[in-house]
């Protein structure tokens, strides 16, 4: 019987090879997820939408994203991460092109879920892949590099795009973001290895779904972490940037440039995040506590928009950025709870649950944003985001709770020490 072992690669063919490649579309996939922020004055003033079209216009990416994740699941498992992100990534392509042609708000929202169901996979993608290829013991901190890779193209979004809308419009730009697209996924053809060490066969989808469901594990982390997730991807992508124009009263300049420090905080956050966690376990701490202190940070956060106290504004717009990444922990808090055959199953559910809380975040705060009548100049009064950011407050409560209640329930490792004796 031939063997069907993949040979090993170097580190440097590991990096060059796998993480490139698929960390370039992790990238891409950040960027388009979130340059609507800088955008949405030239599409507000183009198109005349309201806030509630254009949270649902922004929104529709994270509704397609959502709606490919168990699909994409399953074809990663059957066939690999090299042909699913070529097929992907040439879809989100057409996607960006789709959006520079279009002229309403239909096309628009068509387009943009298009770009959301092709860059679906990157990250699950991503996972995959580098999974297949790099030893157990380095995958958190490879974990870490991808989502500060993601922070990264975050940051791009932001004044480098205010930058290149100096040489061309917004249409111009997405032509070339989908000429960046369809080239990563062609780097992903040409240099993955073509012995795809990832693919893999695996029993039904649902039944190990409701397994994952099952978990206490798996709940616990999510009546925790998921809403507090779902705000941080929903708010970041589009409403901070809307807030700092229509509230804190900065011009276009100097939202691309507090939102580039923002999404500066990322990158630094995701690294931070796992350091932090890796000495907080050193001291006996458990993720999940780790977890419970930064969702309690980032909701304090979100009630300082709320308070709406002027001098604080610049220091809010990247506070929400830099102390959300603790959100991303959910990953990790996941794969470590769940048996290794589930583990797979599991980010995907995870990522489900998420795009589509970031769905109903996002299009739900323009709705609620757009029951207040604009001034003049289009912008929301600021009455309309502290009634949208208190709402996002009461909603994250209940799991705080929920973890605080369990704590105090749980027994103490005096207990169960001498239980087990």
Known sequence: MTSTAAPRLSGVAVFFHVFLPFALGHYLSSLLRNVNAVLASHLVGELALTPGQLGLLTSAFFFAFAL????????????????????????????????????????LLLARAVMGCGLGGCFMAALKAVSAWIAPA????????????????????????RTALEYTDWRGLFVILAALVACTGLLVALLYPRHDAAASQHGPLLPALREVWRAPGFRGVVSLVLLPHAVFFGVQGLWIGRWLSDVAGFSDDAVAYLLYLSMAGVIF?????????????????????????????????????????????????????LVGTITGIEYAIVAQSMPRALTGRAATF??????????????????????????????????????????????QLPGLWAFARRRRLAPAPQEETARAA
């Open 269 to 321: 956050g995701a690294i931070a995040v796992g350091m932090i966690t890796e000495w907080a376990g050193r001291r006996g701490m458990p993720p999940l506590d780790v977890a419970a202190a930064g969702v309690t940070v980032f909701v304090l956060v979100q009630a300082g928009f709320v308070a709406g106290y002027q001098p604080s504004f610049q220091l809010l717009s990247v506070l929400f950025s």
């Open 350 to 395: 995870l990522n489900l649950l998420i795009f589509i809380g970031a769905f109903l975040v996002q299009a739900g705060f323009g709705l609620v944003v757009g029951l207040w009548k604009p001034d003049l100049a289009g912008r929301a009064p600021a009455i309309a985001y502290q009634a949208a950011f208190g709402l996002l407050v009461l909603v």
């Open 138 to 161: 380095k995958l958190p901190s490879v974990h870490g590099y991808l989502i500060a890779v993601g922070g990264l193209g975050a940051a791009t979004a932001t004044m480098p795009v």
């Open 68 to 107: 490919v994740q168990l699909p994409v699941g399953i074809a990663l498992d059957r066939y690999g991460p090299r042909r699913v992100q070529l097929a992907m990534m040439v879809a989100a392509a057409c996607g960006a092109l789709l959006f520079a042609r279009g002229t309403g708000l239909v096309q």
